[in-house]
């Protein structure tokens, strides 16, 4: 019961590694927000798999990078719970025909699209989060390693993840001492994205892995726990990937 009796909000948690995060930190003792941008079913299947394996929380729908939509989250959050202990931000746009484009079909479009989740969502979270939180609090996100060491794929999604990589260090060190804030880069992870990719890109991301296979939601859930939980009490500003070796230059 690592989280026990802590708050906590997990954006883009109703499927994938958004998901194995709430369900884990309800099982660590953690009430849990489930968010998703969608209205109902979106979510309910989480909430349903947290109470019935005994946990606490609640689903609030809303586009994290709308304001509006995030000012009302937190109201209801602050309405709910009182505070906030842990922020993870999860959330993030999916759109496989980002993913191969060059620079001749990358538009500016596409860029203010994958920002506005990626990027500013995760500030407008963490702005709204850190009214809510106290002394000893988490705030986690999530980046990539094409943020971290470049690739030929994914130019889009990779620049607002290192967006992310630097707000991370940059909150770090202004919301120090009281909220610590880490970044997870994942390498390549058995989720609905390893659809995008053609038999060649999945040989070969695999042949670029030491350790020779894809990583896990789980595997992301259980680093998440970590960085939220009081084991990494003296851990701030820190980007940690979860990639096999991937990033290893």
Known sequence: MRL???KA????????????????????????V?????GKPHGEPVLDAIQAAG?????????????????AMFVEVKRKLGGLDVLVNVAGLADPKLWNLGIGGTTLEMWERVFAVDAFGAFLCTKGAVRLMKRGSSIVNV?????????TEGLVYASAKGAVVSMTRMLA?????KTRVNCMAFGS???????WLSRDQKRSYME?????????PSEAASLALFLASDESSFITGQIIALDGGEAIR
Do not use: Y
Request: aromatic content about 6%; charged content about 20%; hydrophobic content about 40%.
């Open 55 to 71: 946990g606490k929380g609640f689903v609030v729908h809303a586009d994290v990078s709308d304001q509006s939509s995030v000012d």
């Open 143 to 151: 980046a990539s390693t094409p943020a971290l060491v470049g690739d």
């Open 9 to 32: 909000l997990v954006t883009g948690s109703s499927q994938g590694i958004g998901a194995e995060v709430a369900k884990l930190f309800a099982k660590e003792g953690a009430t849990v």
């Open 189 to 195: 992870m058995e989720t609905t994205w390893v659809d």
């Open 4 to 6: 026990d009796g802590k």
């Open 208 to 216: 670029a892995i030491p350790l020779g296979r894809f990583g896990k």
């Open 34 to 38: 489930v968010n998703h941008r969608g």
């Open 173 to 177: 060190k202004m919301l120090a001492p």
